[in-house]
């Protein structure tokens, strides 16, 4: 492989060794997986840095498909030898005649550019940001009791050829700094976090980045002065970037093809039915221009798309791997992902996000007498079989006479993913995305999610308000 884009992870020719093998006791199906990672965590805590952790490893992983079986083998390390051997690992419970691969094809790669390579920087001004953050974030008020902010940098090379003849390669860059603050008020202890992250080199961090740490002891001052949260059904606005990883969870999830296929979604059979009202309409997308959960390429090859999954209303796609795909007789879209060479590929989201609409927050909010404005969330539980979710608002204020008023503290979100879905009848148009870590089969996988701010009709609000 050529161009600087997993390059020196596996020579073609070896490539089409290691496929011959794996496929010497039959099989319909075969590939290789090769990475390359290597990355950089720095930390502040109480104005001290600590924990600078650098890592980096190697390795591939050999998959063979035979009807609805897949047999596995990964292996550390890059050298031929020890390819061909995972190969055999992963051939040696067949029974059949063998195969043969197809010749492999023309590279193909698109990788993201980066401006400005993180490892080219040196640790001092990284460290330098760190103070930053830390000093910034303090600044903000002295009940602030404590601070502490994050560096992450990682570069990730990945190479993938298959028997049907795909040659790829991509090379990966994610930069991200995150800030947490604690502020104290006698027994009141309320806490504040943000982030920023992108699939983009240290010029991420040129413009500005320490307004985060700001941002995050403001939260925790503000939420100080919080009230119980109400309780009962009532509308409710959900905040633009973040706020969509209520969408990610209670409906993004449900369309990975793989749910579908074991009828254990929500969403099943819906395809061309209206799960929405007509203003909605909702991506995945893997090409989003330096967006944390964007690539050039899926972790099997297929190039990265901006998928259409809901338009106005009506649900028009699933989420598809290789094997899903080949279930449904339906084309990949890009979503083949994995954590690494150790881990098969399912269906995951890359970015995922309600489209921008036509309405404006300040209007939507006009129009509520009485609700509740969820502006992030602290984590949650779906079920995707039922559809039944909960979610902990992390910062989250009252809405009274059309004002965002009291800031609360306690609440939940309690609903159903498809009631909730069709319940939002306003989509704001100051669209946003932000950095998630998701969590599937064991594996995680940096995605992002996305949205302007939405107001659903309806919703129960779990709070402790009497």
């Known amino acids: 492989m050529s161009g600087g884009n997993g390059d020196g992870l596996i020579a073609p020719e070896v490539a089409e060794r290691v496929l011959a093998r794996a496929l010497a006791n039959g099989g319909r199906f075969a590939e290789v997986f090769a990475e390359r990672r290597e990355g950089l965590t720095m930390a502040i805590d109480e104005s001290r840095l600590e924990s600078v952790q650098a890592a980096a490893e190697e390795g591939a992983g050999v998959?063979?498909?035979?009807?609805?079986?897949?047999?596995?083998?990964?292996?550390?390390?890059?050298?031929?030898?020890?390819?061909e051997r995972a190969a055999d690992e992963a051939a040696a419970a067949l029974r059949g005649e063998r195969a043969e691969p197809r010749p492999l094809g023309a590279l193909f790669s698109r990788p993201i550019p980066i401006e400005r390579a993180p490892a080219d920087v040196e640790a001092g001004a990284k460290a330098a940001l760190l103070r930053e953050l830390d000093e910034r974030g303090r600044a903000q008020g002295p009940?602030?009791?404590?601070?502490?902010?994050?560096?992450?940098?990682?570069?990730?090379?990945?190479?993938?050829?298959n028997s049907d003849g795909l040659l790829a390669a991509d090379d990966r860059t994610r930069t991200r700094i995150g800030a947490q603050a604690v502020a104290r008020r006698g027994?009141?202890?309320?806490?504040?976090?943000?982030?920023?992250?992108?699939?983009?080199?240290?010029?991420l961090l040129e413009d500005?980045?320490?307004?985060?740490?700001?941002?995050?002891?403001?939260?925790?001052?503000?939420?100080?002065?919080?009230?119980?949260?109400?309780?009962g059904s009532m509308p409710v606005v959900v905040g633009g970037g973040f706020g969509g990883v209520l969408f990610h969870e209670m409906t993004g999830h449900g369309l990975e093809a793989d749910h579908i296929q074991k009828g254990a979604s929500v969403y099943v059979g819906k395809l061309g039915e209206a799960v929405a009202q007509p203003l909605l309409n909702a991506y995945d997308d893997g090409r989003l221009p330096g967006e944390w959960g964007s690539d050039g390429i899926d972790d099997e090859g297929a190039p990265t798309q901006k998928t259409l999954v809901i338009a106005?209303?009506?649900?028009?796609?699933?989420?598809?791997?290789?094997?899903?795909?080949?279930?449904?007789?339906?084309?990949?879209?890009?979503?083949?992902?994995?954590?690494?060479?150790?881990?098969?590929?399912?269906?995951?989201?890359?970015?995922?996000?309600?489209?921008?609409?036509?309405?404006?927050?300040?209007?939507?909010?006009?129009?509520?007498?009485?609700?509740?404005?969820?502006?992030?969330?602290?984590?949650?539980?779906v079920d995707p079989a039922t559809g039944d979710f909960v979610f902990g608002v992390s910062e989250g204020y009252l809405i009274e006479a059309g004002k965002v008023t009291a800031p609360c503290r306690?609440?939940?979100?309690?609903?159903n993913c498809l009631e909730a879905l069709a319940a939002i009848d306003a989509v704001a148009d100051d669209f946003w995305m932000k950095t998630g870590?998701?969590?599937?089969?064991?594996?995680?996988?940096?995605?992002?999610?996305?949205?302007?701010?939405?107001?659903?009709?309806?919703?129960?609000v779990g709070g402790t308000a009497r």
Not at 437 to 459: F, L, S
């Open 208 to 231: 500005d980045p320490g307004q985060i740490a700001e941002q995050a002891a403001r939260k925790a001052l503000t939420l100080l002065d919080a009230r119980p949260a109400p309780s």
């Open 187 to 203: 027994d009141v202890v309320e806490t504040g976090a943000e982030t920023l992250g992108a699939h983009r080199g240290f010029e």
């Open 410 to 415: 306690g609440a939940t979100l309690v609903g």
């Open 312 to 381: 106005e209303g009506e649900l028009v796609s699933y989420l598809y791997d290789h094997v899903t795909a080949e279930r449904d007789g339906h084309e990949p879209t890009g979503n083949g992902r994995r954590e690494s060479f150790r881990h098969l590929p399912i269906p995951r989201m890359t970015n995922t996000y309600i489209a921008p609409g036509e309405a404006t927050v300040e209007g939507m909010i006009e129009e509520v007498e009485n609700g509740f404005y969820a502006v992030s969330f602290g984590g949650g539980q």
């Open 437 to 460: 870590i998701c969590g599937k089969g064991g594996q995680k996988v940096p995605v992002g999610t996305g949205q302007g701010h939405v107001r659903v009709g309806r919703m129960t």
């Open 63 to 83: 998959r063979v498909i035979d009807g609805a079986t897949t047999y596995f083998a990964h292996v550390d390390g890059l050298d031929p030898a020890d390819l």
């Open 143 to 161: 009940e602030i009791d404590q601070f502490s902010a994050s560096y992450m940098e990682a570069r990730r090379r990945v190479a993938v050829a």
